[in-house]
């Protein structure tokens, strides 16, 4: 069974930098792509960032130039590096693992980022 564990988040100030991590339970991690999405109160879930298993990454444009996604394919984890957080930013983050090449989604139980003015 796939499991998704994400590191707390926490609280932070506008301008400065947080680190997410997701550890994977690692039986499929090596075909998939992974993302982080996030979820704020009233809106959908939208996603942030992504890296497929070959290392290509995606952005949304909100987070493009202060955002980045990693991934270490030993360890099963995937990154996210946040900087120069906005209170926009602020939400719960999910991990996400979906297989390539198929609509097989498993997520993670998410993590509250919050970000103060």
């Known amino acids: 069974q796939v499991q998704l564990v994400e590191s707390v988040g926490g609280l932070v100030q506008a301008g400065g930098s947080l680190r997410l991590s997701c550890a994977a339970s690692g039986s499929i991690f090596s075909i998939s792509a992974m993302g982080w999405y996030r979820q704020t109160p009233g809106k959908q879930r939208e996603l942030v960032a992504s890296i497929t298993n070959g290392g290509n990454t995606n952005y949304a444009d909100s987070v493009k130039g202060r955002f980045t996604i990693s991934r270490d394919n030993a360890k099963y984890t995937v990154d996210l590096q946040m900087n120069s957080l906005k209170p926009e930013d602020t939400g719960v983050y999910y991990c996400?693992?979906?297989?390539?090449?198929?609509?097989?989604?498993?997520w993670g139980k998410g993590t509250l980022v919050t970000v103060s003015s």
């Open positions: 996400n693992e979906r297989v390539w090449g198929t609509v097989i989604n498993y």
